[in-house]
DNA sequence: GGGCATCAAAGTGCATGCAATTGAGGCGTT
DNA sequence: AACGCCTCAATTGCATGCACTTTGATGCCC
């Protein structure tokens, strides 16, 4: 309805753009897992840029917290903490409650359509590849917010979604992501039918019974986890034991 | 409490950092208004860095929702429409209700007089400079959000703190930044008796009284915001007319 | 006098080159 | 065999150079 603004803010470079749309997807699918690393080089090499390029990408993604810049290292896909893991969907959960009190009754019949044919794609989708019905159902919640013509609430629940999805990717044992196509199209109907207070109890229960599913607890000792096993013991004091003890351990 | 993980997200090149920092705070001190020009020779010459670094500080800031980055064309300071502005503080609500609620009956002996303090240092400036309260008051709020040791909620109420103060110095009239003190000490005071509920409350009143009071009405033509004006009138069909208005318009 | 083509100056888009840092393997010592 | 040291390939940090685009100023024609 409102005149689509030219989307004007960041990754408008274009091949930046396509560097970060192409990275992102990759990771929520799970393509690049958390860790994986991402030579500059490479990515230029790849994606038929040079290093400048995918540097800058890089650093957009770093932004929204998907990899991880350390100086003069090379950059790697982002490792939330588990607790960050629940602090993302803590937030989530606001900025998508956001989302449904401002659409509460007032989609659109195409806005409708479009959701039910999301949504059927992603029951489609259900039985095949878990990387993809992750990948719809995270879609999903970006189109709803994205129908609220606020680019603002967009941007940042795309990014908390991308973000959450990478942590399911951590934490989440597999196929515990079973498709919520249901809760979806309940939100749908609450959305319709044009109740509120409804529409945001069905969305907080959604997200919040997505988090405590997926996120099992703190996943004890899993190798390449020992870091952040030891990273509370790393207080001031003793700083330097563990720092070296963890060098040791990463080394493998 | 937490260990204090080392900053390892975005921004970390340092020299990018300092870039960043230092437009942030020019931006939110007012001294770059909202489409000020930032070409990245001079601001590559001003801090002593070549354009590359420069010109990977603006799409960090692009990022953040700072700065407008047009393929080709000098960046600007952004500038927000009303509506964006409204939609920012609508977000930020909810974020900072989330902060208060974790903090509630949280804080630390030390973090409160750190409060204590800072809320002083915005009293005592309440008289001197408008853009230096704005910004006291405004890191306030980011104070408060960092001691939630969530790094995921600092960078979000960061983020969308800065872009409210953005907004204010293009829509509030001058002065109405009313230094907020005293419900900054009430905020204090019911975080530490540990109310949840009548902190978040205070949080969302406080919030949302400084968005109606300084957000005034969409501010009637004042020659800028003639193309925002004009913006709802660029319908698919007649567009080209508008457009060529439009662009004679921008030539003053 | 006003509109319009033309052109130089300014600025961005991007690749490349060089210096600096890292970390991994090899070698000697204990 | 374990530990430390050294060296070198891999990789990042950053500046510079060149091509292309935008801007706006000049002069021409009506």
Redesign the pocket.
């Known amino acids: 309805m409102a005149p689509r603004a030219t989307a004007k803010s960041a990754e408008?470079?274009?091949?930046?753009g396509v560097i970060c749309r192409a990275l992102r997807r990759a990771i929520i699918e799970q393509a690049l897992e958390p860790g994986a690393k991402?030579?500059?080089?490479?990515l230029?090499e790849r994606f038929?840029?040079?290093?400048?390029?995918a540097?800058h990408a890089l650093g957009q993604l770093a932004a929204e917290g998907l990899v991880e810049?350390r100086?003069?290292?090379?950059?790697v896909v982002a490792t939330p903490s588990w607790q960050e893991a629940r602090d993302a969907f803590d937030i989530r959960i606001e900025l998508e409650r956001l989302v449904v009190r401002q659409l509460a009754g007032k989609l659109t019949k195409a806005q409708v359509t479009a959701l039910n044919a999301h949504v059927d794609a992603e029951d489609a989708a259900c039985g095949g590849a878990d990387a993809v019905s992750i990948r719809l159902a995270t879609e999903f919640h970006i189109l709803l917010a994205s129908m609220t013509n606020s680019p603002i609430l967009v941007r940042y629940v795309s990014e908390v979604a991308y973000r959450c999805c990478l942590t399911l990717s951590l934490y989440s044992r597999p196929h515990s992501s079973e498709c919520g196509v249901t809760e979806h199209r309940a939100i749908i109907a609450a959305l319709v039918k044009g109740d509120e207070a409804k529409v945001m109890g069905l969305m907080h229960s959604h997200l919040d019974s997505v988090a405590t599913r997926a996120l099992v607890a703190p996943a004890p000792q899993r190798g390449r986890d020992l870091l952040d096993i030891l990273a509370p013991y790393a207080e001031e004091d003793s700083g330097e034991r563990v720092v070296k003890l963890a060098k040791a351990v990463r080394?493998r």
Do not use: H
Request: proline share 4%; no cysteine.
């Open positions: 408008s470079t274009d091949k930046v991402l030579p500059e080089d490479s230029g038929g840029v040079s290093r400048t390029i540097r810049l100086r003069n290292r090379i950059a080394a």
